[in-house]
């Protein structure tokens, strides 16, 4: 959910992007559309192949009541890499890894060109110790607060660490293990427990979407925790502070290059924004919560889910209404990319992933997945998210990772928006 820029702040993210339509706008727009009408169609294929689909993997209650059994533990465990996306199963979060891991591959021997998409972890090098940091986080976090699952018979935000606190420590203060195990260790003592606490006696009670409770967690453990980190005599001095870098100004965008010319790093301020480009940050931004911001990532994710719905329908989602998630997000991607590019070009990232992992799938699950509910909370999402997690995140301290941002603006839209559309014709609750 969560996922962000890089600590170093030497180029401040613009709050509200106000440069004027650049030639070639239209073209994007265009590319956004068939991105979404593409996917549209794909989702209206799965819903209507959903009735004839085997149960092969057990179904989400099942896995819930066994929670306790080794294996279903252990699958419980593994999805929650990929919670955060609402395509909970253990082949997502399987997928997931191994095209992170592919991507990390590509970028360290530094000779992948396009092939590496965009850079994991931003181009630090800190993949590893990110990842690591956030399943020792998530693996601790289930094994001390897990009981909540059988106990209340229902989803329990256990995967929380995961995209959060424990991979923005290491991002903040670099690798280590005295870095990687304090952020696991203020995962599951402050992350999950917050969590808890919000979902269970704030969002049940008032009906409010999960995410709500969960993304409280997270911004709410992570000032506690960079807070706590500030004071820990084993901390290093945080990475923008050991190397200042004066303040520089974007580039100017460059032509295409040749397809056998390397690429950088991190495709960012100077890359050429066309039509490709949008295709694959909409991509990508279905693994920045995790913070990767990766195709091959995103790529292992998606087809590991859409193996999982095959398999079992009522599975993604928790509910069998991955497609209509799918369409969303999607559509919530496309928009977000194309309207907020400018933010892209000027500053080198930007945070519209925020609505693909939190208004845009709330809204369908909340209302059952009707058109309106995939197209209003996607356009909402879209227009909504993304400013206000760049204004809240740019005014955090240096040594506090601005993911903290994203999380809010994703509690705020979230906890306003989705309840009000219950007002609307049309926008009957599940």
Same mark, same amino acid.
């Given at each position: 959910?969560?996922?962000?820029?890089?600590?170093?702040?030497?180029?401040?993210?613009?709050?509200?992007?106000?440069?004027?339509?650049?030639?070639?706008?239209?073209?994007?727009?265009?590319?956004?559309?068939?991105?979404?009408?593409?996917?549209?169609?794909?989702?209206?294929?799965?819903?209507?192949?959903?009735?004839?689909?085997?149960?092969?993997?057990?179904?989400?209650?099942?896995?819930?009541?066994?929670?306790?059994?080794?294996?279903?533990?252990?699958?419980?465990?593994?999805?929650?890499?990929?919670?955060?996306?609402?395509?909970?199963?253990?082949?997502?979060?399987?997928?997931?890894?191994?095209?992170?891991?592919?991507?990390?591959?590509?970028?360290?021997?530094?000779?992948?060109?396009?092939?590496?998409?965009?850079?994991?972890?931003?181009?630090?090098?800190?993949?590893?110790?990110?990842?690591?940091?956030?399943?020792?986080?998530?693996?601790?976090?289930?094994?001390?607060?897990?009981?909540?699952?059988?106990?209340?018979?229902?989803?329990?935000?256990?995967?929380?660490?995961?995209?959060?606190?424990? !991979?923005? %420590? $290491?991002?903040?203060?670099?690798?280590? &293990? +005295?870095?990687? =195990?304090? *952020?696991? #260790?203020?995962?599951?003592? /402050?992350?999950?427990?917050?969590?808890?606490?919000?979902?269970?006696?704030?969002?049940?009670?008032?009906?409010? !979407?999960? %995410? $709500?409770?969960?993304?409280?967690?997270? &911004? +709410?453990?992570? =000032?506690? *925790?960079? #807070?706590?980190?500030?004071? /820990?005599?084993?901390?290093?001095?945080?990475?923008?502070?050991?190397?200042?870098?004066?303040?520089?100004?974007?580039?100017?965008?460059?032509?295409?290059?040749?397809?056998?010319?390397?690429?950088?790093?991190?495709?960012? #301020?100077?890359?050429?924004?066309?039509?490709?480009?949008?295709?694959?940050?909409?991509?990508?931004?279905?693994?920045?919560?995790?913070?990767?911001?990766?195709?091959?990532?995103?790529?292992?994710?998606?087809?590991?889910?859409?193996?999982?719905?095959?398999?079992?329908?009522?599975?993604?989602?928790?509910?069998?209404?991955?497609?209509?998630?799918?369409?969303?997000?999607?559509?919530?991607?496309?928009?977000?990319?194309?309207?907020?590019?400018?933010?892209?070009?000027?500053?080198?990232?930007?945070?519209?992933?925020?609505?693909?992992?939190?208004?845009?799938?709330?809204?369908?699950?909340?209302?059952?997945?009707?058109?309106?509910?995939?197209?209003?909370?996607?356009?909402?999402?879209?227009?909504?998210?993304?400013?206000?997690?760049?204004?809240?995140?740019?005014?955090?301290?240096?040594?506090?990772?601005?993911?903290?941002?994203?999380?809010?603006?994703?509690?705020?839209?979230?906890?306003?928006?989705?309840?009000?559309?219950?007002?609307?014709?049309?926008?009957?609750?599940?």
């Amino acid at each position: 959910m969560e996922d962000t820029r890089p600590a170093d702040r030497t180029t401040a993210i613009p709050d509200v992007p106000t440069a004027p339509p650049r030639p070639g706008s239209g073209r994007l727009w265009l590319t956004a559309a068939v991105i979404a009408g593409a996917t549209a169609l794909v989702a209206y294929g799965l819903s209507a192949l959903r009735p004839s689909l085997p149960s092969v993997l057990p179904d989400y209650g099942d896995w819930i009541g066994g929670y306790y059994r080794i294996g279903s533990f252990l699958r419980w465990i593994v999805a929650d890499g990929t919670e955060s996306e609402y395509a909970k199963t253990e082949l997502s979060g399987l997928g997931m890894i191994l095209g992170a891991w592919l991507a990390h591959c590509i970028q360290q021997r530094r000779k992948g060109g396009r092939w590496q998409g965009f850079a994991i972890s931003y181009g630090t090098g800190l993949w590893p110790w990110g990842a690591g940091s956030a399943a020792m986080g998530m693996i601790a976090s289930n094994l001390a607060w897990g009981w909540t699952v059988p106990a209340t018979g229902a989803w329990q935000p256990t995967f929380a660490p995961f995209v959060s606190v424990p !991979p923005a %420590v $290491v991002l903040v203060y670099g690798a280590g &293990w +005295a870095v990687s =195990l304090t *952020g696991a #260790a203020l995962g599951v003592l /402050l992350t999950t427990p917050v969590a808890l606490l919000a979902v269970n006696y704030v969002c049940v009670p008032l009906g409010l !979407p999960g %995410v $709500v409770g969960a993304t409280t967690g997270m &911004w +709410a453990s992570a =000032l506690i *925790g960079f #807070a706590v980190c500030r004071v /820990l005599p084993w901390m290093p001095r945080p990475l923008a502070a050991e190397e200042p870098r004066p303040e520089r100004e974007p580039e100017e965008p460059r032509p295409e290059r040749e397809k056998d010319s390397p690429a950088p790093a991190a495709e960012h #301020a100077g890359e050429r924004q066309g039509p490709v480009w949008v295709a694959r940050r909409v991509l990508a931004d279905f693994s920045e919560a995790q913070f990767y911001g990766n195709e091959w990532a995103s790529v292992g994710l998606l087809l590991g889910t859409l193996f999982a719905f095959l398999l079992n329908p009522m599975l993604p989602a928790a509910g069998g209404l991955w497609p209509q998630v799918l369409a969303s997000q999607v559509l919530t991607g496309a928009v977000a990319v194309v309207l907020w590019r400018s933010g892209w070009s000027k500053a080198g990232w930007y945070p519209s992933f925020v609505p693909v992992v939190s208004v845009a799938p709330a809204t369908v699950l909340a209302y059952g997945g009707s058109v309106q509910s995939v197209v209003v909370g996607a356009v909402f999402g879209a227009v909504a998210a993304p400013p206000l997690a760049a204004a809240i995140g740019n005014r955090m301290p240096a040594h506090f990772h601005p993911f903290i941002g994203n999380v809010v603006s994703m509690t705020v839209c979230c906890a306003t928006f989705v309840p009000l559309l219950a007002l609307l014709p049309g926008f009957t609750t599940s």
